[in-house]
Every structure is written in C-alpha cells, then in structure tokens.
C-alpha cells in the first residue's frame, strides 16, 4: 500500500510576536525621544538606548483577530489565552507559542491503493470539516495540531476501507461518511478539535474492474427486461385465454370481431384483404359484406 503525505494545508501552527500599527507607533516613538535627547544632550548613547528599548517596547502590544486565540507562556508556564483584540506581554518574560484559528477548516485527505475487505484496490478522496473548541488543549496536548488531525483522518479512512466491500463502499456512502465522522472526531477529541462534517469526494477503482461491473449491469438489464417480456407474454396468453371463453359462449360476438379485423385490415386506402372462402361462409361475413357494399351505393340490401 502506498502511503500520501498529510496534505500541507494549515500543517504550521503560527506562533511568535506580530508587528502591528500600535507596535510600530511605540518603537518610533521612543526612537524619536532618544533623538531629541541627542539634540539637546549631544549624547549618541541615548539615541541608541532609544532605539533598542523602542525595538523591546513595540513587542509589548499584541493584537489578535476576531477569530484567533493566542497562546501564552511566562518563563515556560502556561498563563492564559489572550484575544481578541489588543493584549500585551512582557517582553523576553512573556511568549506567543501559538495563534489558534478557531474558525471552520476544511482539509483534503485521500487513501490510495487501499484494500477493501474483497480485496479490491480502491482510491478514496474526502475532505474534512473541523474546527478548534479547546485553543489551549490544541496548542498544548499535540505538536502541530493540523498535521496531527490529518493524519488522524487519513488513518480512519484507511481502516473503514479495510473493512469494509467494493459494494457498501460505493452504495452506502452516508453510512460510512458518518462513521468516518466519528472515528475522526474520537482521536481528535482529545486535542480539543470538533469534527463538523465529512464527505467522500470521489472513489476510483481499477479500470478493468468498471468494464467488468459495466458488463454485470448490462447483463442484469437483459436479465430484467427478459423477465419483463416473459411476464407480458404470460398475461396476454391469460387475456387470450378469457377471451376464447367469452367467443366460444357467444358466436355473435366472435363475428363482429372477425369483421373489426377485417375492417381494420382494409379502412386505409388502396389496402387488399384476402379472406378465405371458408371463413367467409363459416361466419356468413359473404352477407354482410354484400350489405355493406349495397348500402354504400345506395341500393336496397335484399
């Protein structure tokens, strides 16, 4: 079995200061006091000190997003979540470890050449919603929390393809969508990660085996549509059946039948019927005909 990579997308949790608008305004502004103090001390010592405590200063003030939570550690000891919004630390005391998004993210996974239970090899793609409801378990209980849900979920689906049937596979997709989703959300658990939602996006098999399924449907079509006919001709042959009782008990009835036929025979234009002597005096349809062909060019029937 060939093995995939994580995919690389979110696989680096961000960490560390930020530089923003409050954090530049800081480092200028004392940068500029240290060189008013040049000006009137004449002291390049000051501009320096200046710069270097404006530089420690602009790392104080820290801002996160309306969705991030920051992780932060004082002397190595977990202190809090900071965010959103403006938030400061004491710099070389305090560190950002961590930048948690704690929106919905999606994540694509796949599992090639992976073995069924009948051992057919498949190529599964998915992809995975999932977000971060815990910021400190995330960022404190696994390294890498996005490469570690990946790989969770890439393994799951290995294992429900392994056993599970070519069959179940492509015809119960909910089912094993759903069982994925729980499989997932159980390992991730844990690391305080929320599994949304998981959809199976395509399932390749082999090429040999759909001409060999394509051949298997269009046998059971034939099979079908034989079986169907068969059942036709059974009800007919009923039909017919009944019928034959309804003209034996009514002779009447079988005449004017005769006479429909021969009449849809002959109604459209320049058809011929020919009609045996022996039906036509068996079923006195001579009469009849007669009669009819008298009346249409109006001479008396007698």
Same mark, same amino acid.
């Given at each position: 079995m060939l093995m995939v990579p994580a995919p690389s997308t979110n696989a680096v949790v961000p960490s560390g200061t930020r530089v923003n608008f409050l954090s530049v305004l800081i480092t200028l502004g004392v940068t500029a006091v240290g060189a008013a103090g040049l000006l009137l001390a004449g002291s390049v010592a000051a501009v320096v000190g200046a710069a270097v405590l404006g530089l420690l200063a602009g790392t104080a003030p820290q801002v996160a997003s309306q969705w991030e939570r920051a992780v932060v550690l004082r002397m190595g000891r977990f202190t809090g979540l900071r965010g959103p919004g403006l938030f400061w630390r004491i710099p070389f005391v305090d560190s950002v470890v961590a930048w948690v998004d704690q929106r919905v993210i999606t994540s694509p996974f796949a599992a090639e050449e992976t073995l069924t239970s009948d051992t057919v090899p498949v190529n599964v793609d998915a992809v995975l919603f999932w977000m971060v409801h815990d910021a400190e378990r995330a960022a404190l209980e696994v390294q890498n929390y996005p490469q570690a849900v990946s790989w969770a979920a890439q393994t799951a689906l290995r294992d429900i393809i392994g056993r599970t049937s070519l069959a179940d596979l492509l015809h119960g997709r909910e089912r094993i969508e759903t069982e994925l989703q729980e499989l997932i959300d159980n390992r991730c658990m844990p690391w305080g990660v929320a599994v949304q939602a998981v959809e199976m996006r395509d399932i390749i098999i082999p090429a040999t085996l759909q001409d060999a399924m394509s051949r298997e449907a269009q046998a059971t079509?034939?099979?079908?549509?034989?079986?169907?006919?068969? %059942?036709?001709?059974? %009800?007919?042959? /009923?039909?017919?059946?009944?019928? /034959?009782?309804?003209?034996? =008990?009514? +002779?009447?009835?079988? &005449?004017?039948?005769?006479?429909?036929?021969?009449?849809?025979?002959? =109604? %459209? =234009?320049?058809?011929?019927?020919?009609? +045996?002597?022996?039906?036509?005096? %068996?079923?006195?349809?001579?009469?009849?005909?007669?009669?009819?062909?008298? &009346?249409?060019?109006? =001479? +008396?029937?007698?």
């Open positions: 079509r034939e099979k079908r549509a034989r079986i169907i006919l068969g %059942e036709a001709e059974v %009800e007919i042959a /009923s039909l017919f059946d009944q019928a /034959s009782h309804v003209y034996q =008990k009514n +002779p009447t009835a079988l &005449q004017l039948r005769a006479m429909n036929i021969l009449f849809e025979g002959i =109604k %459209e =234009k320049g058809a011929l019927m020919i009609v +045996p002597s022996g039906a036509v005096q %068996e079923m006195g349809l001579g009469g009849m005909l007669a009669a009819a062909a008298m &009346q249409q060019q109006g =001479k +008396p029937a007698g």
